[in-house]
């Protein structure tokens, strides 16, 4: 009998809009980050966990999208069962875990992970799976802390500092409640889906009364279920101190891209490129994709820094291609008429030509630099 199972949450194409140009070439989810697709460093981790052997993702992308990478990924996980369920609707982030019940409950779990795919993070879920035994409640979710001038984009709560038992909880708050945050990832009890089931039935009533009509299956994790556990302590944290970030935005891939490069590094991965006689000088964790071919006299003859440089592009002789970092998670492309400070990105078959200027510039796929830009969106 399995102990447990896990959920990858991988919404579908409409909702990749903040991730453009990358998620126009490549779906957000097999977007490659550290030279892997975000979703295979989810898959890395739950391989990890005792007594998990299912693996289901959840989304609207069409099937012949993930066939292929769970063809690959079966060969490299060959203890986990890997599938894809393609929802027939959006039925909101909670909605599509009950409609699927059936096929969690198969096998007769006692337990679930459940985990956006929009996150970089150290991902502890054995020492999850550990804490949620103490109290066996309902949920335990994953929490970190995060600096006062950025905790209201997230989730924020309350937690018992003895207990870890979450006292309030609100998706997005208005005004500052906490520094301590919801990191996307949560262990459930299968008990969790009585709760969905209270869920739709109080929407339902909601619904009749107000005489308002919407979709009876969507329901929202955050809203609808987190809450109504807080208010019936059925909800606790697991607080972690390693490293975690969202990825929502094509810029926030950098910064994620460097967080697994460094955790690649402590842990001596043998994936990350060496000095050689010969070869490019690496500096830091660096990791090199088998596809891509940089020359040794690469560090005389050209600059890209801060950005993320698409498929087939090309970047010529004497060329600087140019972002800024960004520490905060900032959405905005435009203030006030003027292409925010950011990263710079190319989309697939961008050509820089030799000693142009490329910064701060998005760029759509297909085009030909032969000038300098700053500052643009470049259609």
Partial sequence: MAESKAVILVGGPSRGTRF???SLNCPKPLFPVAGRPIISHHLDALSKVNGLKEVLIIGLFEDKVFAPF????????????IRYLHEYQALGTAGGIYHFRDEILRGHPKQFF???IDIACSFPLNEMSDAHMKHRSICTMLGTKVPQSEATKYG????NPETNQVLHYVEKPDTFISDL???GVFLFDISVFAEMRKALD??????QTDFVSSSNDELRLEQDILRPLTENNNLYVH???QFWRQ???AGSAIPANALYLEADSREKSDRLAKNTPGGPEIVGAVYIHPSAHVDPSAKKGSCILHSIIGWNSRIGGWARVEGCPVLAEDNSMMKNGVKSQSITILGKDVSVMDETIIRNCIVLPHKELKACFHNEILM
Avoid: F, G
């Fill in 181 to 183: 945050i919801s990191c």
């Fill in 239 to 241: 607080i972690t101190k």
């Fill in 114 to 116: 459940v985990m956006h």
């Fill in 156 to 159: 924020c709560l309350v937690a």
């Fill in 202 to 207: 109080r929407k339902e009533n909601q619904e």
């Fill in 247 to 249: 990825i929502k935005t």
């Fill in 70 to 81: 769970i063809d690959n990924a079966l060969v490299e996980y060959p203890n986990l069962n």
């Fill in 20 to 22: 453009r140009p990358l």
